[in-house]
């Protein structure tokens, strides 16, 4: 099983960034997939996931401005972040759940105000 991460970046307040996670095998294998981040001194927290039926749960903090997505032709779920603020700054987290957890490698994205 592999998750490689992509996207992260450096953005003003306000922008947009989009992340990527291919998978491997098909994201179709996995029960769950979702995006977690983790912030210096905090927790590694749940953003949005995606189930295999298709439902999709972003976090309060989160909702409105992101979006967990998946593309089966690229094999990839996405997390389309618009309206970036300053405490979204953290390492993101691709997650696949298939039998265990998997993790992608993280992928920095700094919000400056």
């Not at 996670?21 to 029960?31: G, L, N, Q, R």
């Not at 979006?67 to 389309?80: E, G, H, M, P, Q």
């Not at 696949?96 to 957890?101: I, M």
Request: proline share 3%; charged share 20%.
């Amino acid at each position: 099983v592999q998750l490689q991460a992509s996207g992260g970046g450096l953005v003003q307040a306000g922008g947009s960034l989009t992340l990527s996670c291919v998978a491997s095998p098909s994201i179709f294998s996995f029960d769950v997939m979702a995006w977690f981040r983790q912030a210096p001194g905090q927790h590694r927290e749940l953003v949005a996931r995606i189930r295999r039926s298709g439902v999709k749960e972003h976090s309060d903090s989160v909702r409105g401005r992101f979006t967990i997505s998946r593309d089966s032709a690229k094999n990839t779920v996405s997390l389309y972040m618009n309206d970036l603020k300053p405490e979204d700054t953290a390492v993101y987290f691709c997650y696949g759940l298939l039998q265990h957890d998997y993790w992608g490698q993280g992928t920095q994205v700094t919000v400056s105000s």
